[in-house]
């Protein structure tokens, strides 16, 4: 009588710890949402440039210092390697970037609903030079920024925000190019006359 008291006991248990054993099987992480994989963090460029169509300059320049690839579209629209004017080009990037250690992004609930978890930036700085001999006709500068926020399924690469960042600049070298083409082309054409003129004059 006793034995079939404790068999009925232990029947009676099993459903108990069967339940007990699938809920220890669950997994530890949050499951992915397909909704949250999708999350795409925007490229932002900041202060955003006026994009204006490309047009070459009213003048023609020798490229003596720059990469032919790399230069401001209206600047690569306007070489003449037998012109008196010179072009002297150069470009830099800086980055920066902010990562979530790994350990915290997977305890924040948000991070997987594809909140972001790092940031990509970059800084590019560009200036060129417009001369004939020793008389600058022209000095431009323009520094852009761009970044982009990472989360747990979409990461940028590096090579991604440099090009936003390079695009910008030179677009705001371009930009300041276009206002300055005028006086530009009659400072070039008085100092190609007379080379030890001043471009002020």
């Not at 248990?13 to 007990?20: E, I, L, R």
């Not at 440039?49 to 023609?60: E, G, I």
């Not at 008196?84 to 080009?89: D, K």
Request: hydrophobic share 40%.
């Amino acid at each position: 009588m006793r034995h079939k008291f404790v068999l009925a006991a232990l029947l009676a248990a099993a459903p108990v710890f069967g339940c007990g054993t699938q809920q220890a099987t669950q997994p530890f992480w949050p499951s992915q949402s397909a909704a949250a994989s999708q999350v795409e963090p925007p490229l932002v460029v900041a202060p955003q440039v006026t994009d204006v169509p490309a047009h070459p300059l009213p003048f023609k320049g020798k490229l003596i210092s720059g990469d032919p690839a790399e230069l401001p579209p209206a600047v690569a629209m306007s070489l003449s390697d037998s012109s008196p004017v010179t072009f002297t080009y150069r470009e830099e990037l800086t980055h920066d970037e902010y990562d979530s250690p790994l350990i915290i992004s997977w305890m924040l609930p948000a991070n997987w609903e594809g909140a972001p978890t790092g940031d990509i930036g970059v800084t590019a700085f560009a200036s060129l030079s417009v001369t004939v001999g020793d008389v600058v006709l022209g000095d431009y500068t323009a520094k852009e920024h761009a970044s982009k926020s990472y989360n747990l399924y979409k990461q940028p690469t590096h090579k991604e925000v440099d090009d936003a960042a390079l695009a910008a600049v030179r677009q705001r070298i371009e930009e300041k190019l276009y206002k300055d083409e005028a006086r530009l082309a009659q400072a070039a054409a008085r100092a190609v006359k007379s080379p030890s003129a001043s471009a002020a004059q």
